[in-house]
């Protein structure tokens, strides 16, 4: 089976702090997804990746931004956390329209 | 641009009865569906898909769900369920065209089952 894994399950960071979300996966998909979770707004897309260094934007990119360096890893950046940007954050990997995706466990993220 | 409809937010059933998540989508291309599962603390686990063929699919603890492109519905249904059934569940869409293949989720839809 597909892995996908998050680096971490929970994080708790200060307003203003610069933080990094990680997400791996270990089948060579070459599509990667972040959304956040929050309760009554279900899953809204932040970017995605179908490439290696390629990225676009989704619904709600501000305040964020992505890095691909490696087809495995993609990462989510906040480039100065803010309290609004509480919230659950999910990773995704996929190869094919067809196939849906297969997700990390999440990064419950709390800014204070 | 396309939608995901999930009209009830909550649905309370009790243990034993059948249920049924309604979900609407809005696209004017032939479209993936797609409904997903995710237990408390957990991520998202895909249930069942429709991608062509036959308008019901079966998926994973007994759930099925019917494709009406007339209606541009998905419905999820399990005519039983049980407590461990307790979870959101989101439905998704995603052109039958897409490159990429990302996924436009609905609200989500709580269901509670209850003793």
């Known amino acids: 089976d597909v892995k996908v894994t998050q680096s971490s399950r929970y994080l708790v960071k200060r307003t203003g702090e610069k933080v990094f979300l990680e997400c791996v996966q270990d089948?060579?998909?070459?599509?990667m997804f972040w959304y956040r979770q929050d309760p009554g707004l279900g899953l809204r897309l932040i970017y995605f990746?179908?490439?290696?260094?390629?990225?676009e934007k989704g619904d709600i990119p501000e305040g964020y931004s992505v890095s691909r360096e490696k087809k495995e890893r993609f990462s989510l950046i906040l480039e100065s956390a803010s309290t609004n940007q509480t919230s659950m954050y999910l990773c995704a990997s996929s190869f094919a329209p067809w196939y849906g995706y297969t997700f990390g466990s999440g990064t419950r993220l709390t800014v204070v | 641009a396309q939608s995901v409809t999930q009209l009830d937010s909550q649905v309370p059933v009790f243990e034993e009865a059948p249920v049924e998540l309604r979900c609407n989508y809005s696209s004017s291309v032939s479209v993936y569906l797609f409904w997903y599962v995710q237990y408390p603390n957990q991520g998202l686990q895909l249930l069942l898909k429709?991608?062509?063929?036959?308008?019901l699919v079966k998926g994973i603890n007994g759930f099925e769900a019917e494709f009406n492109k007339s209606q541009t519905s998905f419905h999820l249904r399990k005519p039983s369920v049980h407590i461990s059934d307790t979870a959101e569940y989101f439905c998704?869409?995603?052109?039958?065209?897409?490159?990429?293949?990302?996924?436009?989720f609905g609200q989500g839809t709580t269901l509670q089952v209850k003793p």
């Open positions: 089948m060579d998909h070459e599509n």
């Open positions: 998704a869409v995603t052109p039958g065209s897409s490159n990429t293949g990302k996924l436009i």
């Open positions: 990746s179908y490439d290696v260094k390629m990225k």
């Open positions: 429709y991608l062509s063929g036959s308008t």
